[in-house]
């Protein structure tokens, strides 16, 4: 069973914000959430990662609830190129858990 | 360039056929993963390794073996007994402990 519950799609329209968000309601102390992207027949690709406190990269950002059973990935102004399915992943014990991810499209 | 090669990108075999999916990396991580990804779906693990001369198994590790005689390379076997091997493969390498991974660009595997 996918640790991880995400929705299957959703749009944005260029150059605004989005917001991805991600349940782990099974998530314990030590666990990790990760975030990657993909392209069709591509392999993923990194985003961000973090434990407890929000992070900030030149990607996204990642906010994590305080209970952290959930969190959000926040691509700030969204780009044609952003369009991809993204997967929040629970990371335990050194594996990594996908979960079926959300198909971000992004509108011109 | 340093990176995660899987070679072939695209692979069709028999049925009753064993085959051997190819991955390197010149990346000196120590931690290698193979995930099977099928249409739609986010990717399952199959076999991880963390050190050379030892892996464990994934969740879906049966009708696949591994091996990791080297610390740049892990292959992947994916055995007759697998009843459904017909998925794209792809394969990750790290260091250990919480931190990024790196992805492959993948092998479609097709068994006809």
């Known amino acids: 069973d996918a640790k991880t519950t995400q929705p299957n799609s959703m749009e944005s329209n260029e150059e605004e914000p989005v917001h991805l968000p991600c349940n782990h309601s099974?998530?314990?102390?030590?666990?990790?959430i990760h975030w990657y992207r993909q392209l069709p027949s591509q392999g993923p690709e990194y985003v961000i990662h973090g434990l407890t406190s929000n992070v900030n990269n030149r990607m996204a950002s990642l906010a994590i609830a305080e209970d952290r059973k959930s969190s959000t990935l926040i691509l700030h102004r969204a780009t044609l190129r952003d369009a991809a399915v993204y997967y929040c992943?629970?990371?335990?014990?050194?594996?990594?858990?996908f979960g079926t991810g959300t198909s971000l499209t992004v509108i011109p | 360039d340093g990176g995660i090669t899987q070679s072939p990108k695209y692979l069709f075999r028999k049925e009753g056929q064993n085959v051997t999916l190819s991955c390197e990396q010149n990346l000196n991580h120590d931690a290698m993963y193979w995930y099977r990804q099928d249409p739609g779906q986010g990717l399952r693990l199959i076999y991880y390794?963390?050190?050379?001369?030892?892996?464990q198994k994934g969740d879906i590790a049966e009708g696949y073996s591994v091996s990791r005689e080297k610390k740049e390379s892990f292959p992947l076997t994916v055995t007759s007994a697998q009843k459904n091997p017909t998925a794209f493969y792809l394969c990750a390498s790290s260091e250990t402990g919480n931190t990024e991974a790196f992805f492959g660009q993948g092998t479609r595997l097709t068994v006809v």
């Open positions: 390794s963390q050190i050379v001369n030892d892996f």
């Open positions: 992943i629970q990371e335990t014990g050194n594996q990594f858990y």
């Open positions: 099974t998530i314990s102390g030590t666990d990790y």
